[in-house]
């Protein structure tokens, strides 16, 4: 007795990947951000640089460079570590504390610019504005961020952004830095239609 050829289920989906910024398009929004910042802030008197890490900190240092670069002016930087002003912490594991690195000279009565590299739920830069808090009292608070992908649960809004990148859900937002992962680039990952 023969029997019908089994059903065969429909290959799994492969995630689809597209750059959407190579290393000199990272290196042309840096530039453009250190821009902004000296523009707005009228020259970057009496700012700061903090970044968030893991990205945020080497995001921060580059702009600094490049606001010195462009204005001979020296902006400190700084790292604030929030590991434990995350409200997920409960849900995923453990991470271990960083350092937060205050510039000499503190915070207060500072401007001080908060750096990161993906703006997503708003869910870090809301643990990082309560880090601050623990840190010192700025006289105001700017975000920096090199991708900025919607999708927004809190109230937070970006200052200054890099790259806009209308995403689904189902997608996610991938930054390699050479500090931390020997290349630049920003890479949208999602599922290849069937």
Known sequence: MAYPPAAQSPPPRQPSVKVILASADVQRVVDR???????????????????????????ARRLAARIST????????GVLDITLYRDDLRRHATRAVGPTQVPPGGIDGKRVV???????SGRTVRAALDA??????????????????GHRELPIRADYVGKNIPTSLAESVKVTLAETDGADEVKLYGETPR
């Open 33 to 59: 951000i250190a821009h902004q910042i000296l523009e707005k802030t009228q020259g970057a008197g009496n700012t700061v640089l903090l970044g968030i890490p893991t990205r945020g900190a080497p995001l």
């Open 70 to 77: 462009f204005e001979d002016v020296t902006v400190p930087v």
């Open 114 to 120: 908060l750096v990161d590299d993906v703006l997503f």
């Open 132 to 149: 601050l808090n623990d840190v010192g009292r700025p006289a105001s608070v700017q975000l920096a961020v090199l991708v900025d992908r």
